[in-house]
């Protein structure tokens, strides 16, 4: 089993900045993509950056510019750098990772997900 734990959530105001992180534990082999997704309320869950094993990274277009993802392989741990916030940045974000490990009995990629950490963004 692996745990997804996060943190850096909180109350910033517009322009200001926060800086999630996520580390992952437990029985893995190796992590091949890591990211932030992000849900507001009455919204859909939606992807705001992702990190492939190698550095690879893509974004939503709402961030680039704004938003940094980066990745320790060493700790496996993703970080997301938010700059210049904005009140629609306010949502629960959540951390997810494909990761190569044990399930049960039989090796294979199976997907996580953090319990989730509020971001709030005061105008």
């Known amino acids: 089993q692996v745990q997804l734990v996060e943190s850096g959530g909180g109350l910033v105001q517009a322009g200001g900045s926060l800086r999630l992180s996520c580390a992952a534990s437990?029985?893995?082999?190796?992590?091949?993509?890591m990211g932030w997704y992000r849900q507001a309320p009455g919204k859909q869950r939606e992807l705001v950056a992702a990190i492939t094993s190698g550095g690879s990274t893509n974004y939503a277009d709402s961030v680039k510019g704004r938003f940094t993802i980066s990745r320790d392989n060493a700790k496996n741990t993703v970080y997301l750098q938010m700059n210049s916030l904005k009140p629609e940045d306010t949502a629960v974000y959540y951390c997810?990772?494909?990761?190569?490990?044990?399930?049960?009995?039989?090796?294979?990629?199976?997907?996580?997900w953090g319990q989730g950490t509020q971001v709030t963004v005061s105008s």
């Open positions: 997810n990772a494909a990761v190569l490990g044990w399930g049960g009995a039989r090796i294979g990629e199976y997907d996580y």
């Open positions: 437990g029985s893995i082999f190796s992590i091949n993509a």
